[in-house]
């Protein structure tokens, strides 16, 4: 079993939508993250939250929301999805400061 | 702002013809540069951490090295299945956040 699980793997949603992705994790780690990836813009971060009681916003959380249910769980909403969300969402987590970041296997979400 | 650059984009080869990769930085405290191999359609796999310039770390036919500019991956005798986007990110020692690069897609054909 992989030890970061994303669902949905791929998604197809109208503009105005809510949706909700979701991601769990059997490392045991504190840290999660929620990245997206476009083509020639590389993965950038959406929110990461350092324990369950921290959430912080990443450089590009404007039309997204978190939610981290525990040390385990870490979701990601769409409040009203746009066209311009369409792209690869990873969720990731790490152990520390400094330590590597473990990937999940992305959901593919296309707005239409 | 930090940043991370990577070269060439693409990057073509015959199986066991070598080459290098390029990853440039700028970022205010190194706190480690780490390197990612990801296949269409999956998530991105850690392959090394660099922490300090001169360190060096390999695995396979891959090693990666560490300047206070820049990293290399170097790629010995590639085989067609080290076909993949190679991911450069840096992390500085405030924010402990992952910047990622665009990556460099690597094609090895037999």
């Known amino acids: 079993d992989a030890d970061v699980t994303q669902t949905p793997r791929n998604r197809i949603t109208k503009t105005g939508k809510r949706i909700m992705l979701e991601c769990s994790q059997t490392k045991g780690h504190d840290r999660m993250y929620w990245y997206r990836q476009d083509p020639g813009l590389g993965l950038r971060l959406i929110y990461y939250?350092?324990?369950?009681?921290?959430?912080n916003k990443g450089e590009i959380s404007d039309g997204y929301s978190v939610s981290r249910q525990a040390q385990a769980k870490f979701s990601l909403s769409l409040e009203s999805a746009i066209p311009n969300q369409t792209a690869l969402y990873f969720c990731?987590?790490?152990?520390?400061?400094?330590?590597?970041?473990?990937f999940g296997q992305g959901t593919r979400l296309t707005v239409v | 702002e930090d940043q991370v650059t990577q070269s060439p984009e693409a990057l073509r080869l015959q199986e066991g013809e070598s080459s290098s990769l390029n990853c440039s930085y700028t970022v205010s405290g190194l706190r480690g540069l780490f390197w990612y191999r990801q296949d269409p359609g999956k998530g991105p796999e850690f392959l090394f951490t660099?922490?300090?310039a001169g360190e060096e770390k390999e695995k396979e036919r891959l090693k990666a090295t560490l300047t206070k500019k820049e990293s290399f991956l170097h790629i010995t005798a590639p085989k067609p299945e080290d076909s993949a986007t190679y991911l450069c990110?840096?992390?500085?020692?405030?924010?402990?956040?992952?910047?990622f690069g665009t990556g460099t897609r690597l094609l090895v054909s037999p």
């Open positions: 990731a987590t790490s152990e520390g400061a400094g330590t590597e970041a473990f």
């Open positions: 939250s350092f324990d369950v009681k921290d959430i």
């Open positions: 660099l922490y300090s």
């Open positions: 990110a840096v992390m500085n020692t405030g924010f402990q956040k992952l910047v």
